[in-house]
C-alpha cells in the first residue's frame, strides 16, 4: 500500500462548484499533515496546514480524522485560478533526530472551466 | 528573500557525464533536502540534511551524491548520468524537520540522453 494515496483526477469543475479531495494515509504515528499547491511546470507551494480539529482559510476547508487516516480538502465557490494539482503531504513521524520526513501523494489535478 | 534558489533551470547531459545541481537558501533554515518528480510518481526524495555536515539518504538514493558544508548550500551530484535520472529536481529547505512548511526551489528539468 502507497504511502499518501489521493484520487489522480483529473477534476473537471464549473466556475463556481464546490469540489473535495482526499487523500488517505498508511503510517499511525504521522504527526503533520499539509496540503500543497502546484501550478503546471512550477514548484510545490504551500496551501494550508491540517489539523486534528479542521481548520479554514477562505474558500479552502481541511479534515483530518486520524483514527480513519484521512484527510480532505474542500474547495468551495471554485475560481479558474484554483486550477492546479494539489498534493496531499504527511510527515511520516519516524522517531530520531533527522527521521521526520515528508511523504507527498501523486496529486490531484483540478480544471475549473469557466 | 530569495528563498530557496536553484541552478540550472535547464540541463542536458549526455549518459555518463557527471554534474552538480546547486541549491542554496537565504532563510538559515537547518533542514533540506532534494526530490525528483517524475510523471506518475509524485514527488520521491533523494536526500536530506539536517544541517551542517548531517546527510542522509531518502527513497531514491541510488546514482546521486550530496553534501552540506555550509548551512545556505546544498548540492545534489549526478555521478554518472543515465537516462532514467531525466526528471524535474526540486530543492527544499524548511525551519523545522517534516512539521513546518518547506520551502522549494524552482525546480531542475534535467534531460539526459
Known amino acids: 500500500r502507497k504511502e499518501v494515496e489521493q484520487d489522480p483526477g483529473p477534476f473537471n469543475v464549473p466556475e463556481g462548484a464546490t469540489v473535495a479531495f482526499n487523500c488517505t494515509y498508511s503510517?499511525?504515528?504521522?504527526?503533520?499533515f499539509f496540503w500543497y499547491r502546484q501550478d503546471c511546470r512550477k514548484e510545490p507551494k504551500l496551501l494550508m496546514s491540517?489539523?486534528?480539529s479542521g481548520n479554514e482559510d477562505g474558500r479552502f476547508t481541511a479534515q483530518l480524522n486520524r483514527a480513519s487516516q484521512y484527510i480532505s480538502l474542500l474547495i468551495r465557490d471554485s475560481k479558474l485560478s484554483d486550477s492546479a494539482t494539489y498534493l496531499c503531504?504527511?510527515?511520516?513521524?519516524?522517531?530520531?533526530?533527522?527521521?521526520?520526513?515528508?511523504?507527498f501523494g501523486k496529486g490531484t489535478k483540478l480544471s475549473v472551466i469557466p | 528573500n530569495a528563498g530557496v534558489t536553484q541552478t540550472p533551470k535547464f540541463q542536458v547531459l549526455k549518459t555518463g557525464q557527471s554534474m552538480t545541481l546547486q541549491c542554496a537558501q537565504d532563510?538559515?533554515?537547518?533542514?533540506m533536502s532534494w526530490y525528483r518528480q517524475d510523471p506518475g510518481m509524485g514527488l520521491r526524495l533523494i536526500h536530506y540534511?539536517?544541517?551542517?555536515?548531517?546527510?542522509d539518504q531518502g527513497e531514491v538514493p541510488n546514482g546521486y551524491n550530496v553534501s552540506r558544508s555550509t548551512t545556505e548550500d546544498f548540492p545534489l551530484r549526478l555521478l554518472s548520468a543515465a537516462p532514467s535520472q531525466t526528471s524535474v529536481y526540486f530543492c527544499?529547505?524548511?525551519?523545522?524537520?517534516?512539521?513546518?512548511?518547506?520551502?522549494f526551489g524552482q525546480g531542475t528539468r534535467l534531460t539526459v540522453v
Open positions: 527544499a529547505s524548511s525551519y523545522g524537520v517534516g512539521v513546518t512548511e518547506a520551502f
Open positions: 503510517n499511525s504515528a504521522s504527526q503533520s
Open positions: 491540517v489539523y486534528s
Open positions: 503531504v504527511v510527515n511520516s513521524g519516524n522517531s530520531g533526530a533527522g527521521s521526520y520526513q515528508l511523504t
Open positions: 532563510m538559515n533554515h537547518e533542514y
Open positions: 540534511s539536517v544541517g551542517a555536515g548531517i546527510t
